[in-house]
Nanobody, 129 residues
Framework: QVQLVESGGDSVESGGSLNLSCATS????????MGWFRQVPGKEREAVAT??????LYGDSVRGRFTAVRDRAKNILYLRMTNLKPGDTAMYYC????????????????????????WGQGTQVTVSS
């Protein structure tokens, strides 16, 4: 059973920063590709950052402001968020999978929620103007 536990969500003002954490087991951390997605009610889940063997991909709306970092000593995937905007308000989910890519380009595959089987419960980020 793959467990992903997110933390760090909070309410901040526009322009502020937050760090999200996703803790998991060492087996998952070392052999799975992982990512952060976000979702607001009524909209599809959106890729924020995905990180795998030799690549890190970012969603267009967060590139340059968010950074995904793996701490291999602690088995934690971080999402460091800066210059937050009201449009970043969402539930943020950590996700992981280990299936081989079978179609599409690297980017189109790994930014799709369909590439991931295991999801955490989510942590809420709210950005006020």
């Amino acid at each position: 059973q793959v467990q992903l536990v997110e933390s760090g969500g909070d309410s901040v003002e526009s322009g502020g920063s937050l760090n999200l954490s996703c803790a998991t087991s060492g087996d998952v951390f070392s052999s799975y590709y992982m990512g952060w997605f976000r979702q607001v009610p009524g909209k599809e889940r959106e890729a924020v950052a995905t990180i795998g063997n030799g690549f890190t991909l970012y969603g267009d709306s967060v590139r340059g402001r968010f950074t995904a970092v793996r701490d291999r000593a602690k088995n934690i995937l971080y999402l460091r968020m800066t210059n937050l905007k009201p449009g970043d308000t969402a539930m943020y989910y950590c996700t992981a999978d280990n299936r081989a890519r079978t179609h599409g380009s690297l980017r189109t595959y790994y930014i799709s929620p369909a590439a991931y089987t295991f999801w955490g419960q989510g942590t809420q980020v709210t950005v006020s103007s």
